[in-house]
């Protein structure tokens, strides 16, 4: 019974939907196709596929990605 499959990271991503124009822009960047378009908005459906490489979050033009590597995070903070 294992708890949860193997993540490549410890990340979540966070979209704006107010923000997020639906450029696709990320949905076709993301080398990992864990972002899809629904309703004309950008949206995380495979997080466990997620390597944080931060690209849809540098690329987004209006800034409706934040991606968050927990796993850095932690590094960090003592
Ligand atoms: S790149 Fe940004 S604005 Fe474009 S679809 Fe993705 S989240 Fe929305
Ligand atoms: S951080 Fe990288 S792997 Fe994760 S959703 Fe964005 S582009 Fe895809």
Request: hydrophobic share 35%.
């Amino acid at each position: 019974m294992s708890e949860q499959k193997a993540r490549k990271k410890d990340v979540s991503i966070t979209i704006n939907e107010a923000w997020c124009k639906g450029c696709v822009i990320c949905v076709e960047l993301c080398p990992e196709s864990v972002l899809v378009m629904q309703n004309g908005k950008a949206r995380v459906a495979h997080l466990e596929q997620c390597t944080a490489c931060g690209l849809c979050e540098l690329r987004c033009p209006d800034f409706a990605i934040v991606v968050v590597d927990k796993n850095k995070l932690d590094q960090s903070s003592e």
